[in-house]
T-cell receptor
């Protein structure tokens, strides 16, 4: 079966750095997405990785290793507004997104 | 605002009712999706339409019936639902469901409670 694993919840301090990991086993691979979802709101797109390596976009970076079936989302200089759930999703060979259950990130002052 | 709107935002219905959820996208996209989101569970893809044609139906019970009259509008018709169908129903759109580089844009969802 297809499976996406990510931690259920993480806590970090304002101004710090946090890394959210995602491991996957899917039928084929057409890219990995990270989305952010604030409570009661729509998920919004953060990043897309299809090749190995690190993609940096402001305070957020996303890393992919296809051979290891592994990705992480790195958030720097954490702000209170970063408190949200972070969803990892992989597009399989049928171009369907397979989603993880999400990581709830709690930022403390 | 993501360019995808959903109505109603909240819906309470009995198991014998018939209701419909509406989604509209203002992004000029060609693909639209229905997802079910339950607490602490992964998003479940229900239906995909690409250029108004249904391309996926992920073993969804027949009490859920989608309708896509054009590329901008998507409906989910509900009838004789069960309490376990209570969840957040999210609509999304993208440029093309067959191109992996196009991200999906989500609406705010409809919170459905079945009593």
């Amino acid at each position: 079966g297809q499976n996406i694993d990510q931690p259920t919840e993480m806590t970090a301090t304002e101004g710090a750095i946090v890394q959210i990991n995602c491991t996957y086993q899917t039928s084929g691979f057409n890219g990995l997405f990270w989305y952010q979802q604030h409570a009661g709101e729509a998920p919004t797109f953060l990043s897309y990785n299809v090749l190995d390596g690190l993609e940096e976009k402001g305070r957020f970076s996303s890393f992919l290793s296809r051979s290891k079936g592994y990705s992480y989302l790195l958030l720097k200089e954490l702000q209170m507004k970063d408190s949200a759930s972070y969803l990892c999703a992989v597009m399989d060979s049928n171009y369907q997104l397979i989603w993880g259950a999400g990581t709830k990130l709690i930022i403390k002052p | 605002e993501t360019g995808v709107t959903q109505t109603p935002r909240h819906l309470v219905m009995g198991m014998t009712n018939k209701k419909s959820l509406k989604c509209e996208q203002h992004l000029g996209h060609n693909a639209m999706y229905w997802y079910k989101q339950s607490a602490k569970k992964p998003l479940e893809l229900m239906f995909v339409y690409n250029f108004k044609e249904q391309t996926e139906n992920n073993s969804v019970p027949s009490r859920f019936s989608p309708e896509c009259p054009n590329s901008s509008h998507l409906f989910l018709h509900l009838h004789t639902l069960q309490p376990e169908d209570s969840a957040l129903y999210l609509c999304a759109s993208s440029q093309d469901s067959g191109n992996p580089s196009y991200e999906q844009y989500f609406g705010p969802g409809t919170r459905l409670t079945v009593t």
